[in-house]
Nanobody
């Protein structure tokens, strides 16, 4: 699977961005898709994931209420709608996917995802 993320940029605090991730094929066996981010000097952090079996979203507590994950199956594209952006949201955002379902409790683990996009930079100014 190849993933292509886009939509990052520079935005003022309180602003919004929508990231997109186009996948070359649908994950097999209803594998999940997700977004992670990595700020300089920090570990890669889970942001959100979507269960492609039920289309159920899972959102990290740090962005809950501000970020929304969705998926357009007809376009094989996943989105991350980010509102109320804060300077601490500044990071490179990566989309990821895997074949095969996993437990909900494992959706936030980067090591569970086999396929990764190249990342898109999001910078939030104060």
């Amino acid at each position: 699977v190849q993933l292509q993320a886009s939509g990052g940029g520079l935005v003022e605090a309180g602003g919004s961005l929508r990231l997109s991730c186009v996948v070359s094929r649908r994950p097999q066996n209803y594998g999940p898709m997700g977004w992670f981010r990595q700020a300089p000097g920090k570990e890669r952090e889970f942001v959100a994931a979507i269960d492609t079996w039920s289309n159920t979203p899972h959102i990290a507590d740090s962005v809950k209420g501000r970020f929304t994950i969705s998926r357009d199956k007809t376009k094989e594209t996943m989105y991350l709608e980010m509102n109320g952006l804060k300077p601490e949201d500044t990071a490179v955002y990566y989309c990821a996917a895997r074949d095969g379902r996993i437990n909900t409790s494992s959706l936030n683990r980067a090591g569970q995802y086999a396929y990764w996009g190249q990342g898109t930079q999001v910078t939030v100014s104060s």
